[in-house]
Each structure stands twice: as structure tokens, then as C-alpha cells.
């Protein structure tokens, strides 16, 4: 038993190598290579085996171009979350110890959204921090003040995400201000980290900006002529997410097939336009565990990031009632439903089923506006069951809620469709509740918890078998920074048995079991050596 505590000291010590000897079934180490030579296990009666055990620290994992692009110690990211559920406060906590954060802009109001700006610019100064920007299909002038906002006020990394195509405000943020230093090094201000699902998509990522729309930008006087001409000189985005089975907008993709796939994409874009500066491919979707995220690394992601479980955390902008039920959520307790921002065209979201109704009640709304062609036509019991247990209004109240929203958004145009087209009316009405739903999880409205979206993928379960029993079972202990700390020490303590394995060494399961331990502990393993 001793000897078993030992050896897992040694394990977890991960910063410091050490040689391992197995002889007669017995583990023994050794940090000296000349006392593991001169031990007399090693004479010919009784042969073993031996095998070296590299030090490997959080700071050895990922890609060192990209932690040096961004100014990271480790290559971890706490993705974005819409409607401010990835806060200022998880941002600046990550910021903080070496990581970083996005803000998640997406539903955000511009005020809002410039109100978290300063305060972030104020806190973080030149520390790594990043904001959202999702794609507002139906909203294209708000995609555009946003970008505008950013530049204004000087936001350097973006995250863009549920991009369909490249889009001119998209492109207008990453051309402008690129320039030639004296060395003639491009330099481009402003990075774009890209998540993304399909291929035909991160084609145009690794891209530089489409020619189109560079000219209409240079036409309009928003870009100067040596900024037309330097982007073709330059991708949309150095660095990619493949993002596979993830919370929220997701196409449910495998990441065992999708991160090979970009990787190979990159080698391709690498070799065809021969950028100066390398193209990096991160992972994101299922990411929860030391071995999974041990997985990512090893098949090549430059960095991981997460989104899921990071909304179980204090700092997370949801209720304590969403919080509590992510904690006892498995993996199979989320589902697809019709996403508010791409309703019509059938996009869907990954959401918690778990204590919520919400899944349910969307695919409803959906497929009744997919089979008529006004709210009038749909039959009397699922009207009265909308009205009362959806809308908790009539519809007309509803739609004039949903009016006053575009008119307070100065969109007078989704007013005037609907009022001639009573199918769009249903929609906006519709989209309305969806829209609603994620806000009421947000602040927990106790009579809304039924209609909770909450945006969620199988990781969580994941997660949570990994941490019970210990201190982050408990919501009210998940901190995202130290969240992400164990992942990564697991990670480094995962990938140091996998080479004792390629060794022949066989390692006890007791010797590889790692259950989360606070991060003073976890400091201390990381910056101890031999």
C-alpha cells in the first residue's frame, strides 16, 4: 500500500519525469536515471521492465503558436455562451489564470454589451479576453453595430459563431486596420476564432476574406485600399473550433471524425496559400473529463474549449435553479429543439430535457407552423393549449408583445411582413416563446421553470459521473477556472500513463484514477519539481 502511495505521488507530480521499473509484478521509480541503473532488480535473474516517464505540464499541452498568438499559459477556452451566461465574471476569473473567456454577446443588447466592454477593458487591461459574435440571420444591421462597436472600442479577439457563410460585417472586422510593420510582416489587428461544424464552412475560414465583399467594403470608404489589397493576403480566421456534439446550436457531429477532418483542412489551406503565420484547429463539444480531453490533445487539437459544463459554474449567468439541474443531469437527459434565431429554416439547438418541458413544447410549435399557413388554421385544442400553457396569453396579446419588442428594436420591417403574411406573423409569435424561454432560465421566473431553455450537450453527464463524490458535485463549489485546471492537470496525468502503457507498463486503476482536488493543491503539484 506504501508503495501504491508512493508511486501515485510520483504520477501526480507531473512537472517532474522519473523512470519506472515492473519486476515480478512489483512498481517501483526512480528520478535519477544512474540509481534506477544501479538498482539490483535490474540483474539477469530477475528481469523487468523499464520505462521513462516524462514530465508533462499543463503548459506542454496545445499548440505554442496559438497560446503565444493569444497570450495564454494553457490552451483552454471557456466558449461563449448567448444571453451573457458566460459573464464578465467568468472571463476575467479565467483571464486571471492563464486562460481565456468570451463574453457571450449573442441576445445582448448593444448598450449591455458595451457596458461589459469597459468593464472587462477596466479589470482585464491587456490580459487575454474575447467576445461573441454570433450570425444574425435575420438581423443583419445588428450584426454590422456590433462589429462596429468592437471596433470602436478596440476588441481584439472575436468568437464567431453559427456562421453559415462569411458576412460583409464579419469580414469588415477582421480587414480593418491590417498593415505592414517595417519588417513587411502583415499585422492583423483584430483575430477571429472560428467555431464551426462543416467542412464547407471552414473552407471559407481558412480562406482569405472573399474578394465581393472586400470591394463593396472598400467602396463603401469603410476600408482603405491597402487593406483590400493586404486581406488576400491573410485567412478570415488563424484559428479554428471544431465544434462536435455540443450545448446549443450543433450538428451533433463526432469529434473522433470531425477534428482529423480540419486538421487535414488546415494542412491542405497551409500548403496552398503558404500563410507565414501558422493555422491552428482547437476542439470543443464533449469535452469534460481528464480523458477526453486527454483524447483531444493527443489527436492534435491545438487548445480545448467548453461551453456545457461551464454553466453549472458560480460564475455562469443562469439561476440556481438551472444550476441544480445541470448538476444532476446524465448524458442522455438533453434533446433537439427549433432554435429562435433560425426558426423558419429549421435550425436546431442541443437543450436540457431534464425538469423542463421546453424540448417538447418548441418541436410542437414548430411542426404547427411547418403544416399551416396561419395561427387561425391550426385546430381548437392545440390553439387553447398554446394560449394557456405556452403563451400563458392569447395569441393577438402575444403578437402585440412581439410587436413592441421589434419596435422598440427599431426593426420595422418584421412588423410590416407580418402584417402581411399572417404565416410570418405565426412565427414571429412563436420564435417569441423560443426567444423568451432562455431569459426566463436566465433569471428564474418559478412559474416559467417548465419553459426553461437550457442550452446543453451530453458533456455535462459526463462530467458530472466524473466529479461525484468529490468537492464539484456540488454547484455552489464549480469555479470555471478551476474547473478548467483539473481538466487539464487530468489531461497531463492521462497522457503521462499513456506513454507507461507504450511502454509496457501496466498501470493499477487506483493509480489512475483522478478525482478533481482544489486548486491550491492542484498549484502546488503544477509547480513542483524534482
Same mark, same amino acid.
Given at each position: 500500500?506504501?508503495?501504491?502511495?508512493?508511486?501515485?505521488?510520483?504520477?501526480?507530480?507531473?512537472?517532474?519525469?522519473?523512470?519506472?521499473?515492473?519486476?515480478?509484478?512489483?512498481?517501483?521509480?526512480?528520478?535519477?536515471e544512474?540509481?534506477?541503473?544501479?538498482?539490483?532488480?535490474?540483474?539477469?535473474?530477475?528481469?523487468?521492465?523499464?520505462?521513462?516517464?516524462?514530465?508533462?505540464?499543463?503548459?506542454?499541452?496545445?499548440?505554442?503558436?496559438?497560446?503565444?498568438?493569444?497570450?495564454?499559459?494553457?490552451?483552454?477556452?471557456?466558449?461563449?455562451?448567448?444571453?451573457?451566461?458566460?459573464?464578465?465574471?467568468?472571463?476575467?476569473?479565467?483571464?486571471?489564470?492563464?486562460?481565456?473567456?468570451?463574453?457571450?454577446?449573442?441576445?445582448?443588447?448593444?448598450?449591455?454589451?458595451?457596458?461589459?466592454?469597459?468593464?472587462?477593458?477596466?479589470?482585464?487591461?491587456?490580459?487575454?479576453?474575447?467576445?461573441?459574435?454570433?450570425?444574425?440571420?435575420?438581423?443583419?444591421?445588428?450584426?454590422?453595430?456590433?462589429?462596429?462597436?468592437?471596433?470602436?472600442?478596440?476588441?481584439?479577439?472575436?468568437?464567431?459563431?453559427?456562421?453559415?457563410?462569411?458576412?460583409?460585417?464579419?469580414?469588415?472586422?477582421?480587414?480593418?486596420?491590417?498593415?505592414?510593420?517595417?519588417?513587411?510582416?502583415?499585422?492583423?489587428?483584430?483575430?477571429?476564432?472560428?467555431?464551426?461544424?462543416r467542412?464547407?464552412?471552414?473552407?471559407?475560414?481558412?480562406?482569405?476574406?472573399?474578394?465581393?465583399?472586400?470591394?463593396?467594403?472598400?467602396?463603401?470608404?469603410?476600408?482603405?485600399?491597402?487593406?483590400?489589397?493586404?486581406?488576400?493576403?491573410?485567412?478570415?480566421?488563424?484559428?479554428?473550433?471544431?465544434?462536435?456534439?455540443?450545448?446549443?446550436?450543433?450538428?451533433?457531429?463526432?469529434?473522433?471524425?470531425?477534428?482529423?477532418?480540419?486538421?487535414?483542412?488546415?494542412?491542405?489551406?497551409?500548403?496552398?496559400?503558404?500563410?507565414?503565420?501558422?493555422?491552428?484547429?482547437?476542439?470543443?463539444?464533449?469535452?469534460?473529463?481528464?480523458?477526453?480531453?486527454?483524447?483531444?490533445?493527443?489527436?492534435?487539437?491545438?487548445y480545448?474549449?467548453?461551453?456545457s459544463?461551464?454553466?453549472?459554474?458560480?460564475?455562469?449567468?443562469?439561476?440556481?435553479?438551472?444550476?441544480?439541474?445541470?448538476?444532476?443531469?446524465?448524458?442522455?437527459?438533453?434533446?433537439?429543439?427549433?432554435a429562435?434565431?433560425?426558426?423558419? @429554416? !429549421? #435550425?436546431?439547438? $442541443?437543450?436540457? %430535457?431534464?425538469?423542463? &418541458?421546453?424540448?417538447?413544447?418548441?418541436? +410542437?410549435?414548430?411542426? *404547427?407552423?411547418?403544416?399551416?399557413?396561419?395561427?387561425?388554421?391550426?385546430?381548437?385544442?392545440?390553439?387553447?393549449?398554446?394560449?394557456?400553457?405556452?403563451?400563458?396569453?392569447?395569441?393577438?396579446?402575444?403578437?402585440?408583445?412581439?410587436?413592441?419588442?421589434?419596435?422598440n428594436?427599431?426593426?420595422?420591417?418584421?412588423?410590416?411582413?407580418?402584417?402581411?403574411?399572417?404565416?410570418?406573423?405565426?412565427a414571429?409569435?412563436f420564435?417569441?416563446?423560443?426567444?423568451?424561454?432562455?431569459?426566463?432560465a436566465?433569471?428564474?421566473?418559478?412559474?416559467?421553470?417548465?419553459?426553461?431553455?437550457?442550452?446543453?450537450?451530453?458533456? @455535462? !453527464? #459526463?462530467?458530472? $459521473?466524473?466529479? %461525484?463524490?468529490?468537492? &464539484?458535485?456540488?454547484?455552489?463549489?464549480? +469555479?470555471?477556472?478551476? *474547473?478548467?485546471?483539473?481538466?487539464?492537470f487530468?489531461?497531463?496525468?492521462?497522457?503521462?500513463?499513456?506513454?507507461?502503457?507504450?511502454?509496457?507498463i501496466?498501470?493499477?486503476?487506483?493509480?489512475?484514477?483522478?478525482?478533481?482536488?482544489?486548486?491550491?493543491?492542484?498549484?502546488?503539484?503544477?509547480?513542483?519539481?524534482?
Open positions: 500500500m506504501d508503495n501504491a502511495i508512493a508511486l501515485k505521488n510520483q504520477l501526480l507530480q507531473i512537472s517532474t519525469p522519473a523512470y519506472i521499473t515492473q519486476t515480478n509484478g512489483q512498481l517501483s521509480f526512480s528520478t535519477r544512474e540509481a534506477l541503473l544501479s538498482s539490483p532488480e535490474r540483474n539477469i535473474s530477475s528481469p523487468g521492465k523499464i520505462a521513462f516517464l516524462p514530465a508533462i505540464g499543463l503548459e506542454n499541452l496545445g499548440d505554442k503558436a496559438f497560446k503565444r498568438r493569444h497570450g495564454l499559459t494553457y490552451p483552454y477556452i471557456a466558449g461563449a455562451m448567448a444571453n451573457g451566461i458566460s459573464s464578465a465574471q467568468m472571463v476575467k476569473t479565467m483571464a486571471e489564470n492563464g486562460m481565456v473567456g468570451f463574453l457571450g454577446a449573442g441576445g445582448l443588447s448593444l448598450e449591455k454589451i458595451e457596458e461589459n466592454i469597459i468593464d472587462l477593458k477596466h479589470s482585464l487591461k491587456e490580459k487575454p479576453f474575447g467576445f461573441n459574435l454570433i450570425h444574425s440571420l435575420g438581423d443583419p444591421d445588428h450584426e454590422m453595430a456590433t462589429v462596429k462597436l468592437y471596433l470602436k472600442h478596440q476588441i481584439r479577439l472575436i468568437s464567431a459563431a453559427a456562421f453559415m457563410r462569411m458576412t460583409l460585417p464579419l469580414v469588415y472586422y477582421r480587414v480593418k486596420g491590417i498593415f505592414r510593420d517595417n519588417t513587411q510582416e502583415i499585422i492583423t489587428p483584430n483575430r477571429i476564432i472560428a467555431k464551426v461544424s467542412i464547407e464552412i471552414a473552407r471559407q475560414f481558412f480562406a482569405p476574406p472573399p474578394e465581393k465583399m472586400v470591394a463593396q467594403l472598400l467602396a463603401s470608404s469603410l476600408i482603405t485600399r491597402e487593406e483590400a489589397e493586404l486581406s488576400q493576403e491573410i485567412p478570415m480566421a488563424h484559428d479554428l473550433t471544431a465544434e462536435a456534439d455540443s450545448g446549443g446550436h450543433t450538428d451533433n457531429r463526432p469529434a473522433l471524425t470531425l477534428l482529423p477532418t480540419m486538421i487535414g483542412l488546415r494542412n491542405q489551406f497551409m500548403e496552398i496559400y503558404h500563410y507565414t503565420t501558422p493555422l491552428c484547429v482547437g476542439m470543443a463539444g464533449g469535452i469534460a473529463t481528464p480523458e477526453s480531453a486527454a483524447a483531444a490533445f493527443g489527436m492534435g487539437a491545438a480545448i474549449l467548453t461551453g459544463i461551464n454553466q453549472s459554474c458560480v460564475e455562469a449567468n443562469v439561476c440556481e435553479d438551472v444550476k441544480r439541474l445541470l448538476c444532476q443531469a446524465e448524458q442522455a437527459d438533453v434533446a433537439m429543439a427549433p429562435a434565431d433560425m426558426f423558419e @429554416i !429549421g #435550425a436546431r439547438v $442541443q437543450v436540457l %430535457k431534464r425538469g423542463t &418541458l421546453f424540448p417538447v413544447r418548441a418541436e +410542437k410549435l414548430y411542426q *404547427l407552423y411547418k403544416t399551416h399557413a396561419c395561427f387561425e388554421e391550426i385546430n381548437e385544442r392545440s390553439r387553447q393549449e398554446i394560449e394557456e400553457k405556452f403563451l400563458l396569453t392569447g395569441f393577438e396579446q402575444a403578437w402585440q408583445s412581439t410587436r413592441q419588442f421589434f419596435e428594436q427599431g426593426n420595422p420591417k418584421e412588423i410590416q411582413r407580418a402584417q402581411t403574411d399572417p404565416k410570418y406573423k405565426m414571429l409569435v420564435r417569441s416563446y423560443l426567444g423568451q424561454s432562455s431569459r426566463w436566465i433569471d428564474g421566473i418559478p412559474q416559467r421553470k417548465m419553459d426553461y431553455q437550457i442550452w446543453c450537450g451530453p458533456s @455535462i !453527464g #459526463a462530467f458530472n $459521473q466524473w466529479v %461525484k463524490g468529490s468537492f &464539484l458535485e456540488s454547484h455552489a463549489n464549480r +469555479k470555471t477556472a478551476e *474547473l478548467a485546471l483539473n481538466l487539464l487530468g489531461a497531463c496525468l492521462c497522457t503521462r500513463a499513456s506513454f507507461l502503457r507504450a511502454q509496457g501496466e498501470l493499477p486503476l487506483e493509480l489512475t484514477t483522478f478525482k478533481p482536488l482544489p486548486k491550491k493543491e492542484l498549484l502546488s503539484l503544477i509547480s513542483m519539481r524534482s
